[in-house]
């Protein structure tokens, strides 16, 4: 009997992503781990990048084949023109976006071959307006996505809150696979092993953490404000937010105006969050949209109570009240009161802990991830 490695040995699969900058981010490492189980399961493996990137650099030194293509919003058409040429001479038989522009291009450059077009979707559809953009980059995201509605053969979502919204949205049921993202539970608790960022919170008080990006969507200014609530209850708890952003200044003069002083401090952007992840005492999500949240993930897999917002995919990874405790978003206060129940009740932190590490390891591992990924380029290649 055919096995789902014989069905797509051979075939080429090409990779689009927009990650700018030396580092990488959750989804990257998601990818590179994607990347390596096709190139072992006989795939030959092509992936676009930005100039410089540093996915490019990883890329390569894992086995694929990289194509450095300015994917910036003012070069659009120059990018589907050059992913197109991409696709001939490489004999593209899959590609995959990853990402709300890189589907668009992948849809787009793909419209004239024969390849199959598979979207990853890793955010609620309506996330993007929490972002604050402006009428322009509006109007230029509404006509991106009219212009690449048709061309898919699938849809990847992350979570069953994607697949909902999707649906609603009216995506064909028949077109979307549900692959929930997955950690690689070895390689975090060695990597958690390494030293801990310079600048924490002097002091041996319990340590409550957010790991995220610093924009409007992640909710951080909310963590700030229950940061300075539980401060002034009185009971000592040390903060800390690793992470770089467009809202890092007005971050920064919230946390002063709030009188936080040493209790709270900012790390900025940080390679790897999983020393901090593991230093920590409670690991904090306050995410206005979130469709699923690796963070969340690989705090649990550490052994992490988590305190996050109920909202989109993150009620799929928490368990409220068995892996950390569930709140609404945008609410401080009830933010704060977590923080303290956690931070004052070890026993019921470490029970919490203990239930994110099994529900990480039986649920949500990288092997089940790739596997599922693979079943999916099987049948897009038996159409």
């Known amino acids: 009997m055919a096995t789902v490695n014989d069905s797509i040995e051979g075939a080429s699969i090409l990779f689009i992503n927009n990650f700018p900058g030396p580092g990488i981010g959750g989804g990257e490492v998601q990818l590179l781990a994607l990347l390596r189980a096709t190139r072992d399961a006989g795939m030959r493996v092509s992936v676009v990048a930005q100039p410089g990137s540093g996915l490019a650099e990883k890329a390569l030194h ?31 038989d899959i590609v995959q976006g990853t990402g709300f522009l890189t589907n668009a291009l992948a849809r787009l450059a793909a419209r004239e071959s024969a390849a199959r077009v598979a979207a990853a979707v890793h955010a609620l559809p309506s996330a993007w307006r929490l972002e604050r953009p402006s009428l322009a980059a509006s109007l230029a995201r509404f006509a991106l996505e009219r212009a690449a509605a048709d061309r898919v053969d699938c849809i990847v979502a992350v979570s069953a809150a994607v697949t909902a919204a999707l649906i609603e949205r009216g995506c064909d049921p028949q077109r979307i696979r549900e692959i929930p993202n997955g950690v690689d539970v070895v390689a975090l608790r060695e990597a958690a092993a390494g030293p801990l960022p310079p600048g924490l919170p002097p002091g041996e008080a319990p340590l409550v953490v957010v790991a995220a990006r610093l924009t ?69 999500v306050p995410s206005l949209s979130e469709s699923f949240s690796l963070v969340a993930l690989e705090a649990m897999a550490l052994g992490k109570p988590v305190v996050a917002t109920a909202v989109g995919g993150l009620p799929e990874v928490v368990a409220d009240q068995v ?59 038996s159409g």
């Open 216 to 284: 409007p969507v992640k909710g951080v200014e909310h963590f700030v404000r229950a940061a300075a609530i539980v401060t002034q209850r009185g009971p000592g708890v040390r903060f800390a937010v690793a992470g770089a952003g467009p809202e890092e200044r007005r971050l920064r003069a919230l946390a002063d105006a709030s009188g936080l002083g040493e209790r709270l401090r900012f790390l900025g952007y940080m390679p790897s969050a999983a020393p901090l992840l593991a230093h920590a005492d409670v690991v904090v």
């Open 62 to 92: 894992a086995g694929a084949e990289v194509f450095e293509v300015d994917m910036a919003p003012t070069h659009t058409m120059s990018a589907v023109r050059r992913i197109r040429d991409i696709i001939a001479t490489t004999e593209t």
């Open 323 to 381: 892996t950390g405790v569930l709140i609404p978003p945008a609410d401080p206060a009830a933010l704060a009161d977590s923080i303290i129940s956690l931070t004052t009740d070890t026993v019921r932190a470490g029970k919490m802990g203990a239930a994110g590490q099994d529900r990480a390891e039986s649920r949500f591992t990288l092997g089940r991830m790739t596997e599922a990924y693979l079943r999916l380029y099987a049948d897009l290649l």
